[in-house]
T-cell receptor, first 113, second 113 residues
């Protein structure tokens, strides 16, 4: 069964550094999402992406964040200058055009020191 | 803004019993609610979707109900097994018409052998 994959599984970075989290959505899906989950808290929506542009974003998704689909398979989340409070699990998800169900990847644990 | 509340942070039940988890929402009824399972350190996995015009949905040992009068969804696992131990998340779209999901904090279920 096709799965969403994410790399790396764990990323450690220094405050102020840029990080890029990578995702390979399920191949025939058209909607792509990033969510984050701070330890012990709920899963929070960051951004959705459709037809090569951002369709929705939350208040969390400020100018420090950007997303890109550089080729036909990858979907990336960039944090330009990481802060301590960016430490969290980041989940990528994808969905086909005709479904409300989202398929989540295993997550990237980001630790900002 | 919309809220989703999952009343119990944690629920312990004996193997073989039925687990019942509650999800309450505020303001307008969503067109549908979704239930996901999340294991520690992993991404959410879709279980069931129920539309507002459906009273009940079943899938194997799982059953979900949707009561728009009470603004509540109940999630039942019958004949529970230790392998059912996980955190169960309720989710809705927010705002209406958006594709992103707004999650509750989840209920951590432990099935005791």
């Amino acid at each position: 069964e096709p799965e969403v994959t994410q790399t790396p599984s764990h990323q450690v970075t220094q405050m102020g550094q840029e990080v890029i989290l990578r995702c390979v959505p399920i191949s025939n899906h058209l909607y792509f999402y990033w969510y984050r989950q701070i330890l012990g808290q709920k899963v929070e929506f960051l951004v959705s992406f459709y037809n090569n542009e951002i369709s929705e974003k939350s208040e969390i998704f400020d100018d420090q964040f950007s997303v890109e689909r550089p080729d036909g398979s990858n979907f990336t989340l960039k944090i330009r200058s990481t802060k301590l409070e960016d430490s969290a699990m980041y989940f990528c998800a994808s969905a086909p055009l005709d479904s409300r169900t989202q398929y989540f990847g295993p997550g990237t644990r980001l630790t900002v020191l | 803004s919309q809220k989703i509340e999952q009343n119990s942070e944690a629920l312990n039940i004996q193997e073989g019993k039925t687990a019942t988890l509650t999800c309450n929402y505020t303001n307008y009824s969503p067109a549908y609610l979704q239930w996901y399972r999340q294991d520690p350190g992993r991404g959410p996995v879709f279980l069931l979707l129920i539309r507002e015009n459906e009273k009940e949905k079943r899938k194997e040992r799982l059953k979900v109900t949707f009561d728009t009068t009470l603004k509540q969804s109940l999630f039942h696992i019958t004949a529970s097994q230790p392998a059912d131990s996980a955190t169960y998340l309720c989710a809705r779209r927010d705002p209406a018409g958006a594709n992103n999901l707004f999650f509750g904090t989840g209920t951590r279920l432990t099935v005791i052998p």
